[in-house]
């Protein structure tokens, strides 16, 4: 660990810039088909099979972004060519008749005939909604950062080894984070075995998110005592809302 006087040091901006090179340029190329891209948490491949769950919530997200994307000032996706009309007209129906093929029960020959034409654009970043502007001066509430000072004490005297808070979020903060969860295209299906879990993404997927980055570095500069080693990983899940109760 490190002592207060000596914190790791965070280069965010360089991570950011890396980690978007990574992303549009080796991991996730969109347009370019018949690459096989990864998740880094479980391996998933995004041009061999697919998850009806994942091609459902797609679609739902794509239609999200086609009603919310111009009233938020955006002129389209990602792409200069992967424009609103381009969505609504071309690719939303191509999600939909997969999804149907799928709900039909169609053969694996029909359903992969279907799920080819998504080749190239499914698990790729069309859209990433990322920022939050900088006039904000603190991501984490006021409240909240009393309780876990509280917290803080008693974690390093072994009263407690976790600590819970509502509210954690300022309320700009939470709806700039809301927006960015919706709209960015940066999601995983669940992994075998944990059908619970709708969808999944980290920090190398496309989770290098502006606000959740200022979290860590506030909560760091905030609890320097408690949180000593340097950031290494986001994680977010989208759960089933009719899903058991999260483990």
């Given amino acids: 660990s490190f002592p207060p006087s000596n914190p790791p040091m965070e280069k965010h901006e360089q991570l950011t810039r890396f980690l978007e090179f990574m992303l549009h340029k080796i991991r996730r190329p969109l347009w370019r088909k018949g690459l096989v891209t990864l998740s880094m948490i479980d391996g998933a491949v995004d041009n061999s099979v697919f998850n009806i769950w994942k091609v459902h919530h797609d679609a739902s997200q794509l239609e999200f972004i086609a ?8 002129t389209g ?9 381009w969505l609504l007209k071309d690719l939303l129906p191509t999600y939909i008749a997969l999804f149907n093929s799928a709900s039909r029960g ?3 020959e029909q359903m992969l005939e279907a799920f080819a034409e998504l080749d190239g654009v499914y698990n790729r970043p069309l859209l990433e909604v990322l920022g939050l502007g900088s006039e904000v001066q603190t991501v984490i509430s006021e409240d909240a950062l009393n309780a876990l000072a509280d917290a803080e004490v008693e974690v390093l005297d072994g009263r407690r080894s976790v600590a819970v808070t509502d509210g954690f979020l300022e309320g700009a903060t939470w709806r700039a984070l809301q927006w960015e969860l919706q709209a960015s295209t940066v999601w995983f299906g669940s992994p075998t075995g944990r059908e619970h879990i709708l969808l999944h993404t980290t920090l190398v997927d496309g989770l290098h998110s502006p ?3 200022r979290v860590a570095r506030e909560l760091r500069r905030r609890l320097p005592r408690l949180i000593a080693s340097p950031l290494r990983e986001i994680v977010a899940r989208k759960y089933h809302t009719t899903a058991r109760d999260n483990p």
């Fill in 67 to 74: 009603n919310e994307g111009p009233k938020r000032g955006l």
């Fill in 77 to 85: 996706l990602r792409a200069s060519n992967a424009s609103f009309e």
């Fill in 106 to 108: 169609d053969s694996r």
């Fill in 211 to 213: 606000v959740l980055l």
